[in-house]
C-alpha cells in the first residue's frame, strides 16, 4: 500500500472494461422508442422515493442521481419512475440506512461510509485510504478472484441483507485532495488538537496524528468552517469543494487525496421493494447505474485540472504537496489503525483481510503492467 511512483496500465485497462459497459448502457436507452414501449406495455407503473446524500447542482455527484432517474424513466417507456429528491427533504442526509431499511422510503443516493456509525467496514465499500485506481477497486468490487470465492460487493450485500438493504454501486470519482487549511502547515504538531471534518478510514488516521474528527454531509460544511466548528476540513475534489465555497475560508489546498484515490457510491434499496420490481426493471436499474459508474468517473477526471487553475489564479488558493515523509507517516498510521480496528471488530477484520488479500494477488498484474508517467525526462 505504499504510494507508487508508478502508473499502471491496469488503470487504463479497469477504465476501458468500465467504458464498454457504461456504451452498453448508452446503446440500450439509445434504442428506445417505440419498441421500448411496446417491450413494457402492460406493466404496472411502479413509483419510488429516491433520496439523495448530494444536491442536485453538486458538480458530479447530484447530476448522477438525476441523469440516472432520467435513463430509468426513458429506458422503462415510463413504468418505473424514481422520483429524487435533495437532501433532508426526506430524512436527514445521512440518516438514509434506517429509512430505507424500514420501507419509509425504497431508496437513497448515498455512500456505504456514510454508515460506518452501524458498521466501521462499511467505509471499505467507498475508499480505503492508499488504496487502488478504479480498475483495480471496481475489480475487488465486483468479482471474487484469484482463490477468493466472493467479491467485495458480496460482503456489503451481507450485511445489508440483516436490514432487509440492497445495493448497487451507483457513481464513481477519481481523486480527491486531503484537506483545506486556513494556514500553511509546515510541521505536522500544527495539527494536534485541530477540529476537522474528515470522511470514512481516513478520519482514523487523523485521529492518530492528534486531530479530533467529525463527518458533516456536504451542505454542513462551510456554516461549521465559518463558524469555528471546525478548523479545516476536506469534502471531495477541487469542482466539488469550489462549488461549496470552501476557499472562501481555507486558503491552503493539500494533494494528494491519499485518503480516496477512488471513490464508489451506491443507490441503497430496501429489499423487499427490489424484490418487488420486474426483472426488466432490474435490469433497467442496474444498466443506468452502470452508466453512471463511467460517466460520473470519466467527467470528473475531466474537469478537475481546469478547475484547479481556477481556484489558484481566480480565488487565489495555494495548492500544496504533502511532503513524502508525511505521507509516510499517515501510511504507517494506517497500517496501525487496520491492526487496532481488526483486534476489536470481527466484521471489520472480515473485510480488511478479504480487501488485502485480494491487493496482494493482483500485484503481480499491478506490477507486470506498471509504468512511469514519461520516459523521456
Known sequence: MKPSKFIGISAVLGIVGLLAFALGACTEKAGGGAKQDAAVSGQEKVIWKMQSAFGSKLPHLGPSATRFVDDVLMMSGGTLEIKFFEPGALVPALECFDAVSKGSIESCWTTPGYHVGKYPA?????????????????????????????????????????HNLYSINAFAIGPETSGWFREEITSLDQLKGMKMRFFGLGAKVMQKVGMSTQLLAGADIYPALERGVIDATEFSMPTIDMALGFYQIAKYNYFPGWHQQSSISELLMNKDAWDALSEQHQRIVRVALGHQVMYTYAESEAMNFGAMEEMSTKFGVHIKRWPDSTLKLFEQAWVEVVQEESAKDPLFKKVADHYFAFRNQYKVWRDAQAMKATYLE
Do not use: C, H, R
Not at 139 to 152: E, H, I, M, Y
Not at 153 to 158: R, S, T
Open 122 to 162: 462499511m467505509s471499505f465499500f467507498t475508499t480505503v485510504p492508499f488504496g487502488p485506481n478504479i480498475g483495480e477497486f471496481t475489480a475487488w468490487l465486483w468479482f471474487p478472484s484469484g482463490d477468493q470465492q466472493k467479491s467485495g460487493n458480496d460482503l456489503k450485500q451481507e450485511i445489508y441483507a440483516k
